[in-house]
């Protein structure tokens, strides 16, 4: 959606170059994922860098000899730290952000050990996995994800993830939720399910911009008290690509194609245009089925 949105306001007809634009911003996506969830690492590397260099000092205190090692032994961070899907997907990707901008983790980490989440969990003699959970999802959900500093860098990095960091946050706090154990074995997930679903992301693309004119005439005459250009552009492009999906993907369900574009209008545009959007994708349903245009596939797929 935001591919074509880019291509109308540009008004650029270069199919190729803004497909390599899509799938090149879909690889940004597991770029910022690795970008996120590589703060847990870096924060429990520079605090146990920290709690060495104190240790090492000429007049070290009481405290600096003999630290509280909580914080830097959480089974979480832990897990996190020596895994290797994560470590090699680092290398891969060749992200070195923390590398050349450790301020951030530290300024993480300052805030991190200023909360009264932090003062808790450290004065807590016992230790349990259960509360190693609780706190890195804590830190990260509370402390991490919201925090300003960081947020601003990663829209200095690149435009096209501001969009990206809730449904990469939501992800990587998924994933925190479901370990189990210290056993667990962090994986990164993949980018795309098989082979078919990167190939879904291409074919909707093109498909929606060599039928655009033909899209259009299909919701044309369902509008008849607006006038096309008092139809909101994103409200257009949501329109095709749903019609488009009714008409030339056989294998997605009707109410799946629906309930996507509907928050999609939500998400991104006007407060009435999931409203107006419905109406007519319901109108449209309705005179596709009469006319026997829905060729969908498999069962439960109306």
């Known amino acids: 959606m935001q591919t074509l949105y880019s291509m109308h306001q540009n008004h650029s007809d270069n199919l190729e170059k803004e497909e390599r634009f899509l799938f090149q911003s879909i690889e940004n996506v597991q770029d910022l994922y690795l970008v996120l969830v590589s703060t847990l690492v870096e924060m429990k590397s520079k605090e146990e860098a920290f709690i060495e260099i104190s240790r090492n000092k000429h007049l070290a205190t009481k405290e600096e000899k003999n630290p509280n090692l909580k914080f830097v032994n959480n089974a979480i961070l832990g897990i996190l730290s020596e895994s290797n899907s994560l470590s090699i997907a680092v290398e891969n990707r060749k992200i070195n952000n923390w590398k ?161 574009y509907l928050e999609l209008a939500k998400e991104y545009s006007t407060p009435k245009s999931s409203i107006f959007i419905n109406g007519i994708l319901d109108n449209l349903i309705k005179e596709f089925t009469a006319d026997d245009k829905l060729k969908k596939v498999g069962r439960g797929l109306m």
Do not use: G
């Open 100 to 260: 050349v901008n450790d301020e951030y983790i530290q300024i993480l980490l300052d805030e991190v050990k200023e909360s009264e989440l932090y003062k808790n969990y450290m004065d807590k003699k016992e230790k349990s996995f259960e509360d190693d959970l609780h706190f890195v999802v804590s830190m990260y959900s509370d402390i991490v994800a919201p925090n300003i500093k960081l947020y601003e860098y990663l829209e200095d990095q690149k435009l096209t993830w501001i969009d990206d960091i809730p449904l990469v946050n939501t992800l990587i706090l998924k994933q925190l939720k479901s370990i189990k154990d210290a056993d667990h074995i962090f994986m990164v997930p993949k980018l795309y399910n098989d082979v078919d679903d990167k190939d879904f992301v291409s074919q909707l693309f093109r498909k929606t911009i060599l039928n655009n004119d033909l899209l259009a005439k299909e919701f044309a005459d369902k509008t008849p008290n607006w006038e096309a250009e008092r139809i909101a552009e994103i409200d257009t492009i949501i329109l095709k690509m749903a019609i488009c999906e009714f008409l030339k993907f056989p294998s997605i369900p009707v109410k799946v194609t629906i309930n996507e």
